[in-house]
């Protein structure tokens, strides 16, 4: 099997991996790096629960091809909370308003949210699922999503 | 009594705050040292006979640990009828059947090599209509039964059958009458996390199965008595549930890739995990099971139902899992929504080669509530009664006892109708078929238990350790319903410390005691109720252990503070407060009398305590521990069908404005209004987290979601094409609770994960009738059905 | 995935050298989000991947002399560019609906079209706005219009030793106003049942020129041309409209068939429905900009 080297940011760390050629950034996430929070719920970009951010933008990890990462900077969930180990806003904001349920969508769901407060710290609720509308969840009906993820912008502010 | 200090409140989800930064171990997160991947084959046709499997390439590819056909295994019938064994190695009967598995070092090589697998098949005539297969000349899809016998014909031997009253006299003493023919599709759970399990054997053949399932001893029971029939009687099996990504119902029986999961595992010798990709569990996870039901209902001149006869027909598929008992949910809104004296149901469940149901969020009664609450739409209608007032003169109330011998406790409908009427504007807007339109829709399910076994116990353990944390081992299983937090905020109140003093344990086999399953809404009861009781006995060894020591260190410290300061007086104090456990209560973490529970000595933390009355010295250390099962004083259904089966009863209402495009059939959601009568609100964020999500559910139901499927195979399996509603589908949903405290729930709570999305899809279905006088009476209320029906109409 | 080589080369001439060293066993990547997909779902991956993800300079919308739209720019890039939306109004309808937003930052213009589907979102909002598609190859730079793009189900005519590099919309179209439904069940990760994309151009009253485009309406997008013909030079009118509509979800304009996602029928009525619909909208839109 054919690997490839890729040296790339990964939650502010510099790090490489050696990993098959083929693998998928979130492949490489969950089994190299044994950082599992991102999910693989379909593998074909169309439930949201891998998302990760790229280079500052949201994207399905399971789409991403390992090599397209090299020079990169990847944050995922596990690099959403702050450094002193308290936790972002966004994830306040979840476990405050009911915004998770059984948690399998919630890793992607925070990341979209996240890239979404990145570039639009003061999102109206089309904004808001406008950019969730790729993170499915089952549980919720995304009322305490939207709600969670305006509670999280106003505290931010 | 005062105020709770955290029944009733938004306690955040602290508690599982590992849900929100990536720790949280799901079964996909999960690996076991030296685990292998399984894989399995289905197969290709939708009845057909096997001629030959070769599996020699899938053998011989570097890194498969072992190919297993139904060959290479015991021949053992599994199932809730018997009627399907782990591996098909005769004839397969729906595109799902699996046919082969594989063990590897990796999930691509175990795919691989399932790729590698021919097999040859012979096709047989197949039938996918459940009214064809009724026919005689219908091909069978089991020639025989579980024990050998013949089979005639395709009609499973199911008792669903349920009588009351005079249906003749009856139906002469009605003065309106209707008939309604209404069906519903399969659709799919959708829990985000897949299904999955691993399997492993120690060294004496004793299985721990990690597994997402939320009935950890029903599954004991049917690994139990399979292993009994592969030569592992007597072996101990352990099942632990790792953090569970969504049930809505796939939980609750025990599906074929587990037991594949077990032979690939005892084959290896290895740990072994089976995890679905999307399209499998599109494809091979038994999905909600549909139904077609014909119901007529009668009335007299004032509105007041007379009978309701349903006749129902399901489609069972090729196997039967729990699909095929919903009826005995079913018969619950069919005996029991809304007052009707003379009852006649009737389901009939049909082998066909389409794949097999089983449980989904309601069990049964979003399907039998769709048929009664359009019925209870046209009969208002045919009585010239307004279908709002229709439903408050039929209303359930309290102390009612139904045809079923339910014993109707508390029931909130009358407010639920009333506030849905309010909410909506209803007599506004009703009946103006102008392209806009309101519905309604009730319901009635368990929400205090639901005796389907024997014990419907639930056992909690709970004990302390000296730093007065609390360790709760709870029964019951966690899927994401927010019990950690709600047992946390019971088990705080009862006990008197804070949510975050205390642990829970979830879904482990070997430390639980029994539990009839975290499904029918009746975690919330029963679970609640176990803990208040658990609570009540360790509360008492603590106090009986603060008598104790009370006194001890109270005047220890006045010493210590006389030494210091000698001109400090001792108090008269009067130990007779604190001499008896019964004059003593524990309150956010602080022991004190309760006749003077501000008095400035005898208020003592209770970690103190603790501390001094655990480890003590010989003869005298202690522990506390206590554990209450609770099984609660229900019935199960006899053999007419009747039986109080749940201590109490859940009741709703769900209201909808909808704006029809008569051009294209789009239906648009302007407002849902769900009114839910809970008991008491536990956790009122959380309680709403229940209700939206599962009204959402509904809201799929009633207007996008369907499997489809065309001679037995699921044609859109993937979320692109299996039309869940996105967050960009947006339903404006308002919920009013009901709260009418109800005496054997836990501070007065019933159980609520299921209601929200019972009455969703027929209130959305009336609503739409409402609004452009056609009536969808075929889930889900597509536009196309509605085009049709408009120009029909013309 | 089981094994391939995955080449990243850091400029358009060396992307073509690859395609042309490795010939049929190469495949191009952009975004990647319909290729990875397809890997995952047939389980089968190309020997060669070649990946022109990182070719900066194919991304761009600039306006000069018509509006130029390089072939990498993203959906993403689509939807959030003010130009787009008030210029090339349709364009931005579909790009904005294509799958999800993680989808949209990654997935490209060109990519979408190469792609071919009968349901590509943005091809029907290219055909109404004349689009032309350049490409280039190892002899040189050649253009099609975008009508002569498609030859069939996820076929064109671009080479496998081509690169698309730019979609062109002529100048012209600044005048048009125009507008891009997707029919679809649920709001968002759909495919749609039916897409239908128009511009016109109005002097007063009078529809001066006009394109209607349809996306599952046959083998490949197509233009409505029967359709357009009829409402040329007439009046903007309920009737006109509503006429056009019947024409273009007739025979002469469309091939309609039953598939999982939609009924023959149904498509039919949902083209005579939203024929008129979008021609309002770009109608209403040519009045925002003026007004504005």
């Given amino acids: ?157 | 009594m005062p105020d709770h200090l955290f029944v009733g409140k938004s306690v955040p989800r602290t508690i599982e705050a590992d849900k929100v930064t990536g720790k949280a171990v799901y079964i996909d997160d999960l690996k076991r040292p030296g685990m292998l991947y399984g894989k399995i084959l289905y197969s290709n046709h939708a009845h057909a006979r096997i001629k030959s499997i070769d599996i020699s390439k899938a053998k011989q590819l570097e890194g498969v640990r072992t190919v297993l056909t139904g060959q290479d295994i015991p021949d053992v019938r599994v199932g809730f009828l018997k009627d399907q064994t782990v591996l098909k190695k005769d004839v397969v009967r729906q595109y799902r059947d699996e046919v082969a598995a594989v063990a590897a070092i990796s999930p691509e090589i175990a795919e691989e090599a399932i790729s590698l697998i021919k097999v040859e098949y012979e096709k047989l005539p197949a039938v996918f209509d459940p009214f064809e297969a009724m026919k005689q000349e219908s091909p069978l899809v089991h020639e025989i039964d579980a024990r050998g016998r013949p089979l005639k014909s395709n009609i499973l031997p199911l008792p669903w059958k349920f009588e009351t009253g005079d249906m003749e006299q009856a139906r002469e003493d009605s003065v309106y009458t209707s008939k309604d023919t209404v069906s519903t599709t399969w659709v799919n759970q959708c829990c985000m996390g897949t299904s999955g399990c691993i399997a492993e054997f120690d060294q004496n053949s004793n299985l721990t199965l990690y597994d997402q399932t939320n009935v950890i001893f029903g599954h004991i029971g049917r690994i139990t008595e399979y292993f009994s029939q592969i030569g592992l009687r007597g072996k101990k099996i352990r099942v632990v549930n790792p953090v569970v990504g969504g049930s809505f119902g796939t939980k609750l029986d025990t599906d074929i890739y587990e037991f594949i999961a077990i032979q690939l595992a005892l084959k290896t010798k290895k740990p072994v995990r089976i995890l679905f990709d999307r399209e499998e569990e599109f494809q091979a996870l038994p999905p909600r099971q549909p139904a077609v039901f014909t119901i007529e209902q009668g009335c007299d001149k004032e509105g007041k139902l007379i009978f309701r006869h349903c006749e129902a027909i399901l489609d069972n598929g090729a196997y039967t899992s729990w699909g095929a008992t919903t009826p005995s949910v079913m018969m619950m809104p069919m005996s029991s929504l809304y007052r009707v004296p003379n009852v006649y149901f009737k389901a009939t469940c049909v082998y066909t080669n389409n794949i097999y149901a089983q449980a989904m969020r309601g069990y049964g009664n979003p399907q039998a509530t769709f048929a009664v609450e359009t019925s209870m739409d046209t009969l208002a209608e045919e009585a010239g009664i307004d279908p709002a007032e229709f439903r408050l003169i039929n209303r359930n109330r309290p102390g009612d006892q139904t045809p079923m011998k339910l014993k109707i406790t508390s029931c909130g409908l009358e407010e639920c109708i009333k506030a849905v009427k309010e909410k909506l504007n209803w007599d506004e807007k009703q009946g103006k078929q102008n392209g806009r339109g309101v519905g309604m829709a009730s319901l009635i399910h368990v929400a205090g238990g639901a005796r389907v076994t024997k014990s419907d116990g639930h056992g909690i353990m709970i004990k302390l350790d000296e730093y007065g944390h609390v360790d709760v081992i709870e029964s019951g299983t966690d899927q994401g319903q927010g019990s950690p937090t709600v047992i946390s905020q019971i088990v705080a109140e009862a006990l008197g410390v804070r949510p975050e003093d205390v642990f829970l344990t979830f879904g482990d086999t070997a430390l639980a005691l029994w539990d009839a399953g975290t499904h029918a809404s009746r975690h919330t009861f029963m679970a609640g109720n176990a803990a208040i009781g658990a609570c009540a006995k360790a509360k008492r060894q603590i106090l009986e252990m603060a008598v104790e020591q009370m006194p001890k260190i109270i005047k220890m410290g006045l010493k210590r503070k006389k030494r210091k300061d000698p001109e400090f007086v001792e108090p008269d104090l009067d130990f007779g407060l604190i001499a008896n456990p019964e004059d003593l209560d524990i309150r956010d973490r602080m022991i004190f009398p309760k006749k003077e529970p501000d008095h400035p000595y005898f208020n003592l933390p209770l970690a103190q305590i603790l501390q001094n009355g655990l480890l003590v010295g010989t003869g005298q250390s202690k522990v506390v521990m206590a554990e209450e099962f609770y099984d609660p004083p229900t019935e199960m259904l006899n053999w007419e069908m009747k039986g109080n089966l749940s201590m109490t009863y859940a009741f709703g209402a769900s209201g909808v404005e909808v704006e029809v495009d008569e051009q294209t059939g789009e239906v648009k959601i302007l407002n849902l209004i769900a009114a839910h009568d809970v008991g008491k609100a536990m956790n009122p964020t959380l309680l709403l987290g229940q209700i939206y999500g599962a009204a959402y559910t509904g809201v799929g139901y009633g207007l996008t979601e369907e499997i489809k499927v065309r001679n037995g195979r699921v044609m859109n399996p993937s979320f692109r094409d299996y039309q869940m509603l996105t967050a960009m589908d947006v339903v404006p949903i308002e919920v009013v609770i009901i709260e009418p405290i109800d005496e054997a729930g836990p501070y007065g709570a019933k159980g609520v994960g299921e209601p929200g999305l019972v009455p969703t899809a027929p209130a959305i279905a009336n609503a739409v009738y409402d609004a452009v006088g056609v009536r969808i009476t075929d889930l889900p209320i597509t536009p196309e059905k509605i085009l049709t029906a408009l120009k029909e109409k013309k | 995935m089981i094994d391939c080589d995955y080449l990243r080369p850091d400029n358009l001439e060396e992307a073509l050298g690859l395609l042309k060293e490795h010939g049929p066993r190469a495949t191009l990547i952009a975004g990647g989000t319909d290729v990875m997909a397809k890997i995952r779902n047939t389980k089968k991956t190309p020997e060669v991947l070649v990946s022109i993800r990182g070719l900066k300079d194919l991304k761009y919308i600039d306006k000069r002399s018509g509006y130029h739209i390089g072939a990498l720019t993203t959906h993403r890039m689509l939807e959030q560019s003010e130009l787009v939306k008030a210029e090339l109004s349709a364009l931005h309808d579909g790009a904005s609906r294509v799958g999800s937003v993680q989808v949209r930052n990654v997935a490209t213009l060109g990519g979408n079209i190469c792609n071919a589907a009968p349901s590509a979102d943005t091809a029907g909002p290219l055909l109404v706005l004349d689009a032309l598609v350049f490409m280039e190859g190892p002899e040189g730079i050649r253009s099609v219009p975008i009508t002569e793009f498609f030859t069939g189900t996820y076929k064109t005519v671009l080479k496998k030793d081509e690169v698309l590099t730019e979609i062109k919309i002529p100048g012209e179209m600044e005048h048009f106003g125009s507008a891009y439904w997707k029919h679809s069940r649920r709001k968002a990760m759909n495919l749609p049942i039916l897409g239908i994309a128009v511009s016109l151009k109005l002097e007063g009253e009078i529809i001066s020129d006009v394109r209607i485009a349809l996306t599952v309406a046959a083998p490949t997008p197509v233009r409505a041309n029967k359709a357009e013909d009829f409402l040329k030079g007439k009046a903007l009118s309920d009737e006109a409209l509503n006429e056009a509509g019947k024409i273009a979800a007739s025979t002469e304009c469309c091939s309609l068939r039953d598939s999982l996602r939609g009924e023959a029928w149904y498509r039919g009525e949902i083209i005579e429905v939203y024929v008129p619909r979008m021609a309002r909208l770009a109608a209403e839109r040519i009045a925002q900009r003026r007004s504005k």
Wanted: some cysteine; aromatic content about 6%; glycine content about 10%.
């Fill in chain 1, 1 to 157: 099997m054919k690997k490839v080297s890729v040296s790339f940011t990964l939650n502010g760390n510099t790090v490489t991996a050696e990993v098959p050629v083929t693998w998928t950034l979130l492949k490489t996430l969950r089994e190299y790096f044994e950082l599992t929070g991102a999910k693989e719920g379909c593998g074909v970009g169309e439930c949201g629960a891998c998302t990760v951010i790229l280079d500052g933008e949201a994207v399905n990890s399971c789409l991403c091809p390992i090599p397209e990462v090299e020079g990169k900077s990847v944050t995922t969930i596990e690099g959403l909370a702050n450094e002193d180990g308290t936790l972002h806003p966004l994830q306040e904001a979840f476990l405050k308003n009911n915004g998770v349920q059984c948690g399998f969508c919630t890793s992607g769901m925070l990341m979209s949210s996240k890239a979404l407060l990145d570039q639009n710290p003061d999102p109206t609720e089309d904004d808001i699922r406008t950019s969730i509308a790729g993170n499915f969840c089952r549980c919720t009906g995304y009322v305490q999503i939207v709600e969670s993820i305006e509670m999280a912008a106003k505290e931010s502010k």
